[in-house]
């Protein structure tokens, strides 16, 4: 009796010597694992914008207005057929998205076309692309409460806007993704392209939270022979 009482009193002692540094190390993976903002949920575009520069003012080069003027969102919009939209258009699209993050990730989940956006937080962009892709190659870091998204590795066929905005496989998209209160998520753009326009732009959209959405299977079923494009 008497070495099962002084086990149980070491024993409590080990145990109060050791819960201090057991709290701490406790506290610092909880730090860890919630240090990133929280972007999860549901969230919709607060304003359908069609055209980024709707008084016409888009800085083109000689070839960009040229491909501007080959636009037509009756004959060769890459989204009559089925494709992709490409970025920043799909982050304009009026249809929801879902965020989710994971380890070393964030997750767009698009109801347009159901397609699944992947920004990578643990890796840089590849030095040469195999395939350049129609949403490009997407790598992230974290600026105090902003997702700071840099993405490359596109090909030329989709349009930045639903008005036929052209670009070329040179185009590089940045990203500042925001949550500016609980209901609001903001994401602002700047667009660099040489090869179509004479100096970066920006432009931004704004989504509000929606509680209870989920996102709904999406069927595309445009005639693809209208399609006249690549």
């Known amino acids: 009796m008497q070495n099962r009482l002084m086990g149980a009193i070491f024993a409590g002692a080990a145990a109060l010597f050791l819960l201090p540094a057991i709290f701490a190390q ?3 993976q909880s730090k860890v694992a919630g240090s990133a903002p929280d972007l999860t949920g549901v969230w919709q575009i607060d304003h359908f914008q069609a055209n980024l520069f709707p008084k016409g003012n888009a800085p083109f ?3 960009g207005a040229a491909q501007f003027k080959l636009a037509d969102t009756q004959v060769n ?3 009559l057929a089925c494709l992709p939209h490409g970025i920043p258009r799909l982050m304009f699209v009026p249809l929801p998205m879902e965020i989710f993050q994971v380890p070393g990730k964030v997750l767009m989940y ?3 076309g159901n397609q699944l956006r992947q920004i990578h937080l643990d890796r840089q962009h590849p030095k040469e692309f195999d395939t350049l892709t129609y949403n490009g190659d997407s790598i992230g870091k974290w600026e105090g409460d902003t997702l ?3 993405t490359i590795g ?3 066929i989709t349009w930045l806007d639903h008005a036929g905005l052209p ?3 040179g185009l590089h998209v940045t990203e500042r993704v925001r949550r500016p209160d609980h209901n609001t998520l903001q994401d602002d753009f700047t667009v660099e392209d040489p090869k179509a326009y004479t100096k970066p732009w920006t432009a931004q959209q704004i989504y509000k939270l929606k509680p209870g959405w989920e996102i709904a299977e999406y069927v595309c079923d445009n005639n693809k022979y ?3 494009g690549k």
Do not use: C, I, L, R
């Open 26 to 28: 406790t506290t610092n």
């Open 61 to 63: 080069t000689p070839w």
């Open 77 to 79: 919009d890459p989204n």
């Open 110 to 112: 698009q109801e347009a």
């Open 148 to 150: 700071v998204v840099d």
């Open 154 to 156: 596109f090909n030329d």
């Open 167 to 169: 670009h070329s496989e």
């Open 226 to 228: 209208v399609y006249h």
